[in-house]
């Protein structure tokens, strides 16, 4: 429902989670014209900072604290956003609108934007809750790992994830060795194709990173990690990279619907109409796939924070866009756009020993989901394809002499 002028000068928003969501949602609140009182709470020390930098740039050195900051500590001050770090909220009081604290503060609202966003999970063998176990996620991860890495260092990344690999591509360009285990037959087996994988584990290995498959972990230690078959990798520090959960456990006591994450509609409110959800915690409509999806990126991230800032104003919702996410290794760009969720067969455009190729998932003639390495054409065309539904010739998509243009034009 749009909110009167008054009511918006009158309205209390308070923000739970001060990462890319929750920032961005106070900035386009103010962006969209709410003059309300804006209250933005985070467990973190620092302002809302950008996580994916965190295994790249930040680690490698390339980038520090300001480059990682969304926005100056400033703005918050400029745009009457009242910030508060270093904060926990405990539990939500939905019928009185109050959010208490770790140490009993209460905190009432008059709308609420939940954006604690996902928990990592921990490795369930011995030693998965030792407190010297690496883990990548926030600020404070990414110093810890930083400072076990360098020439002469050895890491153990369990999980190979896309957060794992680029972990071992950083380790490798501080001249630290690294080898990656794990479970599955194939890294990357559960978000990309298999000849992403093939492609990914070759660039590695070329590199000096060791990669271990159908690795079962039976226990970890500062030192190294034990597998089912008695080997036992030795390290100076072990990363656990296995996934994330939706950090849901704060909106359960506020009695949300929760399916694997919070529940919600397009404007990113929840089964409370004074409550809103966005980031990694919910599970959200994606009508460019006609399904619901639990998504883990910046670009929903955003999303989200424009659909919450859009709903609470009054204004017109932004247009659907269709999932896309990223990830840097070497001097490998991958970029992928929508999700492989019913595609029935695969199209491959170029060639990978090339280094610069696309893989298209197709459901009958139409895309839903390209994985482009190095190729901006592939991945920018594939996602309009994708958000137009437009029907595609699967030969002359895997024709390079043929533009996506034209291959968009059909």
Partial sequence: MAHAPYLRRMTKVLIIGAGHAGGSAAAFLRQYGFEGQIVLAGTEAAPPYQRPLLSKAWL???AGLEDLLLRPESFYVEQTIELRTGVTATAIDAAAKTVTFDGGAVEPYDILIL?????LRKLPVAGG???????LRTLKDAERLKAALGPGRRLAVVGGGYVGLEAAASA???GAEAVVIERMDRVLARVASETLSEFFTTEHRARGVEILTGAAVMGVAPDGVSLSDGRVIAADAVLVGIGADACDALAATAGLTCEGGVVVDESA???????YAIGDMTRRPVPALDLTWRLESVPNALEQAKQV??????RAPPPAEVPWFWSDQYD?????????????????????AARSFGVFHLNGDRIVCVEAVNAPPEFMGGKQLIGRRTPVDGERLADPAVSMKAVAAD
Wanted: proline residues 8%; charged residues 25%.
């Fill in 60 to 62: 490698k050195g390339e």
């Fill in 115 to 119: 954006a604690t966003g996902s928990t």
């Fill in 129 to 135: 809750d030792h407190p010297d176990i690496l883990e």
């Fill in 172 to 174: 490798r360009a501080l």
């Fill in 269 to 275: 409110r929840t089964s409370d109409p004074s409550i």
């Fill in 309 to 314: 800032a859009a709903a609470i104003v009054g």
């Fill in 332 to 352: 490998l760009k991958l970029q992928i756009a929508g999700l492989p969720t019913g595609a029935d067969r695969q199209v491959v455009r170029g060639d990978p």
